[in-house]
């Protein structure tokens, strides 16, 4: 199994940056693919980006060029840096990991951009 525990969230203005944090109960090494999904108020959950064992990452379009995710594996965390925040980013962001064929999840951290 996989605890992730979230943290980092808060409410920023439009414009701003915040990182959040992701920390795993076990290497990540051993987990095949850690991400960050969100899901805005009334909407479905989607992928933000996400980063494999080997250091490949993907990002969804419309957070292309203003996050970045990146790893501590010392520390076996995984990082979201939200760059030039806009308000259409608010939502409660999950962490996940995909470890020997099932998915988990974070507890969810709530990010709210203000215009």
């Known amino acids: 199994q996989v605890q992730l525990v979230e943290s980092g969230g808060g409410l920023v203005q439009a414009g701003g940056s915040l990182r959040l944090s992701c920390a795993a109960s076990?290497?990540?090494?051993?987990?095949?693919?850690m991400g960050w999904y969100r899901q805005p108020p009334g909407k479905q959950r989607e992928l933000v980006a996400s980063?494999?064992?080997?250091?490949?990452?993907n990002y969804a379009d419309s957070v292309k060029g203003r996050f970045t995710i990146s790893r501590a594996n010392v520390r076996n965390t995984v990082y979201l840096q939200m760059n030039s925040l806009k308000p259409e980013d608010t939502a409660v962001y999950y962490c996940?990991?995909?470890?020997?064929?099932?998915?988990?999840w974070g507890q969810g951290t709530q990010v709210t951009v203000s215009s």
């Open positions: 996940n990991a995909l470890y020997r064929g099932l998915t988990y």
């Open positions: 980063i494999t064992s080997g250091g490949s990452t």
């Open positions: 076990r290497s990540i090494f051993s987990i095949n693919a």
